[in-house]
């Protein structure tokens, strides 16, 4: 049972209430500051837009190579359209607990020396992301106004790129503090990233417990990012999880990806999800992801 915020006496709740006020306002601070970041300051002209998932490293490159470049996420994470403000998602906010501010207090205390990088998350994706991955799905794309054999849409059709428009990232799809909460920090010399996370009320299974499907859900988009990151555009094809503990529901784990081993366009992932104090494994995964190629189409 957690300790009431009512135990105590009145002195007592008065410093836990200021502590709270505290937490809010410092979360506040933090967003004001991204945003101001964003949109630059009065009269300059905003940074052109740029993808942060992008690979600034030589998929061939040996390790010794990246360890020279550490900051191997290319582009700006703080450079968007004009038009459009988006929000880093995985900055805290008041619902996250003391363990995750903690964490990640000392993964940004990592990423001063640039060996460690912050990576931004944002409800939606970005349009060169999607304009990208039309180039290996053509003909598939319901978004588009026209069929590959340039026919008009049907109203069905109409109808869904009318859903797709406001379509999110599943893991960013829920309000604050009630499903995934959570952020990652990649290390360019040893291709590994981390995601603490936090999971909400919504992300129940057993009674008290993280769901199986949430729990697989943050698994894939560790890995799904480390690929990325190390390759640029590439997509799960096959994800082996072993559940070895039951998550209790809004505790804070830890999620170490890395990539293992590159074949050509395959990518041989592993994973492990542990406790705060890495005493607990709750988890372990494996995992094979295809770097895409635009010269390689998949229909």
């Given amino acids: 049972m957690g300790r009431s915020w009512l135990a105590g006496g009145p002195a007592l709740i008065r410093t836990r209430a200021l502590v709270a006020v505290g937490a ?39 390790r010794r190579e990246r360890a020279a470049k550490p900051d191997c996420v290319r582009g700006d994470p703080r450079s968007f359209s004009s038009e459009v403000i988006h929000m880093d998602l995985s900055l805290p906010n008041p619902s996250w607990n ?5 964490l990640f207090d000392q993964f940004m205390k990592k990423s001063e020396d640039g060996s460690w990088k912050h ?21 598939m794309n319901p978004l588009s106004s026209q069929t590959a ?4 849409l049907s109203t069905d059709a109409k109808l869904m790129k009318e859903k797709l428009s406001q379509a999110q990232l599943f893991p960013r799809s829920l309000e604050e503090g009630l499903g ?15 995601c603490i996370f936090q999971g909400g009320p919504y992300l129940q299974g057993a009674p008290g417990f993280l769901h199986g499907g949430a729990i697989a859900t943050m698994i894939d988009a560790t890995l799904g990012t480390c690929a990325v990151v190390a390759v640029g555009v590439a997509m799960t094809a096959s994800l082996n999880i072993s559940f070895k503990r039951p998550i209790p529901l809004g505790s804070v784990v830890v999620i170490n990806s890395q990539v293992d081993k590159v074949e050509g366009r395959k990518l041989f992932l592993s994973c492990n999800i542990r406790s705060v104090d890495e005493k ?20």
């Avoid at 990576?119 to 003909?139: C, M």
């Fill in 24 to 62: 809010m306002l410092r979360s506040c601070v933090s967003r004001l500051r991204t945003l101001a970041v964003l949109r630059g300051p009065p009269g300059v002209a905003p940074l052109p837009a740029k993808d942060p998932w992008s690979p600034r490293v030589n998929p061939g490159a040996g």
């Fill in 98 to 102: 003391e363990d995750m501010r903690l």
């Fill in 119 to 139: 990576l931004p998350s944002y409800k939606s994706k970005f349009t060169q992301r999607t304009e990208d991955i039309k180039i290996y799905f053509p003909g």
């Fill in 149 to 152: 054999t340039g026919k008009a």
């Fill in 180 to 194: 995934f909460e959570y952020a990652m920090f990649h290390n360019c010399v040893e291709d590994r990233t981390v």
């Fill in 280 to 299: 607990t494994v709750y988890s372990e995964a494996t995992s094979l992801f295809v770097k895409l190629d635009p010269k390689t189409r998949l229909t």
